[in-house]
């Protein structure tokens, strides 16, 4: 397959990491996950006592942020100033704190350039909540996914719970419909598909089958066969 840009939006716990890496890995493109960049400022925020309300002082630190998303055994593991944070960026205190830096224009603005960096050259997988709207929207293939609610906090509680966390699972729906509502109603590149966007429902599906089906939208969409 020609060197091709796929966007993948979609809320909270919708599964596009985890889709958009495997669909990289099988069309052998590079594979950026723009909501690790979130969470890596988010995080930095934590450390460093800063408020992440204070939309200048996030600002500036995002600004001064080297970023750096590196393939790893299949997986993807975030570097800031050389230092790796790729399981630190997941805790639930990152997650509760994330909106508000993601909805933060300059640092959207900051951000969304060191996007369109990583993908001028083409062939990229890149997700997040504004890539074939803001970001990649000359992208080849523009994929919505969704799933309802339910599912959606079921994944992130089987996730975090794998992982050790002990969580309440109508507080994790409660968070994740929260920041449906933070993420849709922001100022700057709200969440929403693009106009050209294929929208995939993701309720019910395995990883598998949503990967093929992307897979299968991108050899279509785009002219076919490798």
């Known amino acids: 397959m020609r060197s091709i840009s796929v966007a993948i939006d979609g809320p909270a716990g919708a599964g596009k990491s985890t889709v958009a890496r495997l669909v990289a890995q099988q069309l052998h493109l590079t594979y950026v996950d723009t909501g690790a960049m979130y969470r890596a400022v988010t995080l930095q925020a934590l450390k460093r006592g800063i408020d992440v309300t204070d939309e200048g002082a996030v600002a500036r630190l ?3 942020m080297d970023i750096a998303l ?3 055994d299949g997986e993807l593991d ?3 100033d050389g230092q790796r944070i790729t399981e630190e960026i997941r805790t639930p205190e990152v997650t509760t704190h994330v909106s508000a830096v993601a909805g933060n224009p300059e640092v959207r603005k900051i951000l969304a350039q060191k996007q369109r960096e990583m993908g001028e050259e083409g062939g990229v997988v890149m997700d997040g909540r504004d890539i074939g709207t803001h970001v990649l929207p000359a992208a ?8 309802s609610i339910e599912e959606r906090a079921q994944r992130r509680y089987n996730e975090l719970v794998q992982k050790g966390y002990q969580l309440d699972w109508e507080q994790l729906k409660e968070e994740i419909r929260y920041r449906d509502e933070q993420d849709r109603n922001r100022q700057h590149s709200p969440l929403k598909p693009a106009d050209d966007a294929v929208h995939l429902d993701t309720t019910g599906l395995t990883i598998p089958e949503v990967v093929q089906a992307i897979l299968d ?3 279509t969409k785009v002219g076919g066969g490798e």
């Open 70 to 72: 590196t393939p790893a």
């Open 78 to 80: 975030v570097f800031v």
């Open 62 to 64: 995002a600004n001064q």
């Open 217 to 219: 939208l991108s050899r």
């Open 140 to 147: 080849e293939l523009k994929v919505y996914l969704t799933a």
